[in-house]
């Protein structure tokens, strides 16, 4: 999520406001799994270094006076990207993360529990 926070979304809209001074840079979520050894990394500093950078970028999205969402640039696999589309994206991705963990943490529940769960409502 550090990677994606620093390199992916925010960079994204910084390069569809003005291509000129942020042109697009490659990206590889999936390949960055084991060329950055995720694994290996200690997952609590990097929860502080993602909540550092988030508060950046907040701060920064705060900061934008009269932002232009509507700013594109051509992406030569998807075609034509927004600013906006990106910022409603990241939304978008940060609530996938969200899924992910709540499901395995009723899966982890479920287990230690030994319990039906169904009570509780349909998931």
């Known amino acids: 999520m550090v990677d994606e926070e620093v390199l992916d979304f925010?960079?994204?809209?910084q390069t569809?406001?003005?291509e000129k001074k942020h042109p697009l840079v490659p990206i590889d979520p999936e390949g960055w799994v084991k060329s950055k050894k995720y694994i290996e990394q200690d997952y609590s500093k990097k929860v502080?270094?993602?909540?550092?950078?988030?508060?950046r970028s907040v701060a920064w999205l705060r900061a934008l006076k009269s932002p232009d969402w509507r700013s594109s640039f051509n992406h030569p696999e998807l075609g034509v990207m927004s600013a906006g589309l990106f910022l409603a994206d990241w939304l978008a991705h940060d609530q996938l993360h969200i899924r992910q963990i709540n499901a395995l943490k009723r899966a982890y529940l479920a287990q230690?529990?030994?319990e039906n769960l169904s009570y509780a409502g349909k998931w």
């Open 48 to 55: 502080q270094e993602w909540a550092i950078h988030r508060g």
């Open 10 to 13: 925010g960079a994204r809209i």
């Open 16 to 18: 569809a406001m003005d």
């Open 112 to 114: 230690v529990s030994g």
